[in-house]
């Protein structure tokens, strides 16, 4: 009835009309009241559709995310509280996005709250939402791009300006820790989503320089020699000789007593290392890198004389232990042949045994060895090696050592001699 008394209201022609007059002075007031009060509650609800509709439409919005950005805004340095508040929204969200299929929104959500708390000086705050950012990396299965290996990068290099003012303590080597572990999660995370079989070289190499980096704070000598240990790993897995020699130049030469022959101490450090980066490079077939370890070694770091070394190796009574330089010189020659020099290869191994068992960690090296001996010349590791050298090898390692003939003395002069007029000595 309301509807066809407006419609009637409208038309100049009907308004007028008796029967129209007639008929509205004898309805009540109340039905125009009504009528006015209607339309009028109508268009306030139409104005509500439209702001739900509105906050809708703004991707999720809600009062969450718009404390957690108001909170991440601000360009002062955050308190405790504030931070874990974020971090409790941050996650939060994230989970949401991800649980709603918005799985490119979860990850840059991750990757801008880690940067943001890391640039208000939050490092311990910002490690939790870091873990999380590699997780729904792996959990989305998100490709490794250029992209997100500059984003990866970013986010460290936003924690080293984070920890540079900090003075060295237990806590600051936490964090360093803490980093040491993320970057790590990197490294898996684009070894098993991208396209290099080891990882991103540019997350190998900070992830190397991290390393070195909490050596140098570490107290311990096992983590001092581990860090050292994996630094030099991943820094040839990143394909950067140049840095290898510059760290190993850093280190103290070998002393008399680590020398000596039938010494019962470790080598020293910076020969135990030039040896493992040697030998993983040859079982990661990069002979261009090792050759370059290794000159760089000779010209920049020994400063003994190349013949006396070469002199001394052969030798049995001068009472001195087998080189490391010269062996490195004589295993890059060896793989530099074909799989006829496989005697003279284990020969060698045989020789250097003694300096292998007391490396630190010497089953990895060894298993480095058995992989080159598979590779270059088809010797075959024992069968209850096969699995160990396979697991091994998927970081860089292997286990075992191979069979072959005894080594004539002669051949190994004439071999020796051939490598002086190669140059390498």
């Known amino acids: 009835l309301l509807a066809i008394y407006s419609i009637i209201l409208k038309d100049p022609l009907t308004r007028d009309s008796v029967f129209v007059k007639t008929t509205l002075i004898n309805q009540p007031p109340t039905l125009f009241r009504q009528y006015k009060k209607k339309k009028i509650m109508s268009a306030a609800a139409a104005r509500r559709r439209k702001q739900l ?11 969450v995310s718009t404390q957690l950005k108001k ?21 939060s969200q994230v989970r949401k996005k991800y649980q709603a299929g918005d799985f490119g929104g979860c990850t840059n959500l991750a990757y801008e709250g880690s940067l943001s708390l890391l640039k208000k000086h939050r490092v311990s705050v910002a490690s939790q939402l870091m873990d999380l950012l590699v997780e729904v990396l792996r959990e989305t299965h998100t490709a490794d791009s250029d992209d997100w290996v500059n984003r990866l ?80 790993q991943h820094m040839a897995l990143a394909e950067q000789p140049d840095k290898i020699v510059e760290w190993l130049k850093t280190l103290p030469a070998p002393t008399e007593e680590e ?28 002979l261009r890198d090792a050759n370059k370890v290794l000159r ?70 060894l298993g480095y060895t058995t992989k080159i ?20 090898m998927g970081m860089m390692g292997g286990g075992g050592g191979g069979g072959a003939p005894a080594m004539n003395p002669a051949m190994m002069q004439a071999a020796m001699a051939q490598m002086q007029q190669g140059g390498m000595m």
Not at 53 to 63: F, M, T, V, Y
Not at 154 to 177: N, Y
Not at 270 to 278: A, G, M, N, P, Q
Not at 381 to 387: D, H, I, L
């Open 71 to 91: 909170l991440l805004a601000t360009e002062e340095d955050m308190d405790e509280a504030s931070a874990y508040e974020a971090l409790q929204l941050a996650q």
């Open 259 to 286: 020398t000596r022959a039938g010494h019962t101490c470790p080598p020293s450090m910076r020969e135990s290392l030039l040896t493992r980066c040697l030998v993983l490079l040859c079982a990661m077939e990069n």
């Open 373 to 392: 001996g598979k590779s270059y010349f088809n010797i075959q590791p024992p069968p209850s090696m096969m699995n160990m050298m396979e697991n091994m």
């Open 296 to 365: 760089g070694y000779i010209d920049t770091v020994e400063e003994r004389k190349m013949k006396d070394l070469a002199d001394s190796y052969t030798k049995k009574d001068d009472g001195l232990a087998p080189s490391h330089v010269i062996f490195g010189c004589m295993l890059l020659r060896i793989c530099e042949k074909d799989e006829r020099t496989g005697p003279l290869f284990s020969w060698l191994m045989r020789s250097f045994k003694r300096e292998f068992d007391r490396m630190y960690s010497s089953t990895a090296v």
């Open 153 to 232: 990068v970013e986010i460290h290099k936003a924690h080293e300006a984070a920890t540079a003012d900090q003075p060295t303590g237990i806590e600051t080597v936490r964090l360093h820790r803490l980093q040491r572990d993320w970057l790590l999660q990197c490294v898996s995370w684009s070894s098993d989503l991208g396209t290099i079989k080891y990882g991103s070289n540019r997350l190998q190499h900070v992830l190397a320089e991290q390393c070195w980096k909490l050596s140098e704070l570490e107290e311990e000598i096992d983590e001092v020699m581990d860090l050292q240990v994996h630094a030099i």
């Open 53 to 63: 509709a509105a906050r809708k439409a703004s991707e999720g919005e809600d009062s």
